[in-house]
């Protein structure tokens, strides 16, 4: 099953500007800075077309980038703190992340690298349907393969994907952390950005409350499911509502920026 079409009804904050023209401008714009994921190695495109090609990522080449533009801004900025990704599944974008990134920047990947928990009461309609797919057998994965969640414990080929890629955990500072993020996710200093990605209300509720306190000047939070699961987006909303200090931005996906 690939990812559902953006919510047409999505209530944004108010200080969300409208998304961004996918004009020629803004497409040359994109080629223009991803050309510099080139430079150096690894050479990020490469990464991210091999993600795309192998199908280990639900996010489109677009978003994979712009995640790339944004881990290198917060090198060349100079920012403290580690990198986070919430919700790993086949590892795909945290390879991208990975490669990105300075190889002693600390990167700390959660997830239960098993099946998805269940939502709550707190979720829309469309998470309840999603949910019934995956718990009922009848979830497809990217382009058809197998759904992830149905093939037991992920975080070994995981942790071999790095590997292959030539970015092995321990040489580039990298954790595997498995466990539901009530549980496991309790950052211990600076955030420097985080890709959350994991869907449902109480997940993304819980991600928020354990990483902004530690997300330093300039830091980013990147939500990957505000225009397609009900749940996270109002996750977002209510956790945003009333407090200052943030920056929405559109970009593929919603990224929150800390203001000094």
Same mark, same amino acid.
């Given at each position: 099953?690939?990812?559902?079409? @953006?919510?047409?009804?999505?209530? =944004? ?10 004009g ?8 223009? &800075?991803a050309?510099?994921?080139? *430079? #150096?190695?690894?050479? $990020?495109?490469?990464?991210?077309e091999? $993600?795309?090609?192998?199908r280990?990522?639900? *996010?489109?080449? +677009? ?7 944004? !881990? ?7 920012l403290?703190g580690?990198?986070i990704?919430? #919700?790993? /599944? &086949?590892g795909?974008?945290? *390879?991208?992340m990975?490669? +990105?990134?300075?190889?002693g920047?600390?990167?700390? !990947?959660y997830? =239960?690298?098993? =099946?998805? @928990? %269940?939502?709550?009461?707190?979720d829309?309609?469309d998470?309840?349907e ?14 058809g393969?197998?759904y992830y #969640?149905?093939q037991?414990d &992920?975080?070994? @080929? ?15 500072? !990298?954790r ?5 993020y009530?549980?496991q996710?309790? %950052?211990?200093?600076? $955030?420097a &950005? /985080? ?10 509720r !819980? ?6 306190p530690w997300?330093?000047p #300039?830091?980013? *939070?990147i ?15 209510d956790f ?9 931005e ?11």
């Open positions: 099953m690939s990812r559902p079409r @953006p919510l047409a009804s999505a209530a =944004t904050p108010e200080r969300l500007p409208p998304a961004p023209g996918q020629l401008a803004a497409r040359l714009r994109r080629r223009r &800075l050309l510099g994921l080139r *430079l #150096g190695a690894p050479d $990020v495109l490469a990464v991210i091999r $993600v795309k090609r192998e280990l990522s639900y *996010l489109d080449r +677009a978003s994979l980038v712009d995640l790339a533009l944004a !881990v290198r801004a917060l090198e060349r900025e100079g403290e580690e990198l990704e919430a #919700g790993c /599944a &086949l795909g974008s945290a *390879l991208v990975a490669a +990105a990134k300075a190889p920047r600390a990167f700390a !990947v997830d =239960t690298f098993e =099946t998805i @928990p %269940p939502p709550s009461a707190a829309g309609a998470v309840l999603r949910y019934s797919e995956i718990r009922d057998g009848r979830a497809s994965g990217i382009g393969d197998p #969640g149905y037991g &992920l975080r070994p @080929p995981v942790a071999a994907r790095f590997a292959a890629f030539g970015l092995p955990l321990e040489a580039n500072a !990298v595997l952390i498995k466990g539901l009530e549980d996710l309790h %950052p211990q200093g600076p $955030v &950005l /985080a890709h959350i990605d994991c869907d449902w209300y109480d997940s993304v !819980v991600c928020l409350e354990r990483i902004v997300l330093v #300039g830091g980013r *939070l939500f990957d499911d505000y225009d397609h699961w009900s749940g996270g987006r109002q996750a977002v909303d945003f509502r009333g407090r200052d200090g943030f920056r929405f559109r970009h593929s996906r919603l990224q929150v920026r800390r203001e000094a």
